[in-house]
């Protein structure tokens, strides 16, 4: 893995821990922003488990 890539992952991953912890700034659309973030997070991992895999 290019140390770019990883570092892009890992600010990626860094994203969505911020994003769901900011959730209870955004009254009424709290679980959508924590949602957001958890999925942003899982997406750091899962783009570089399936190029590793291909």
Known sequence: ???LFAVAMTALF???LYLMGAAT???G???Y???AGLLLSTLAF???IQMVKD
């Open 29 to 31: 659309a709290e679980a």
């Open 14 to 16: 860094v994203l969505g």
């Open 46 to 48: 899962f783009i570089p």
């Open 33 to 35: 922003v924590f949602v």
């Open 25 to 27: 700034d955004f009254p």
């Open 1 to 3: 893995m290019r140390p």
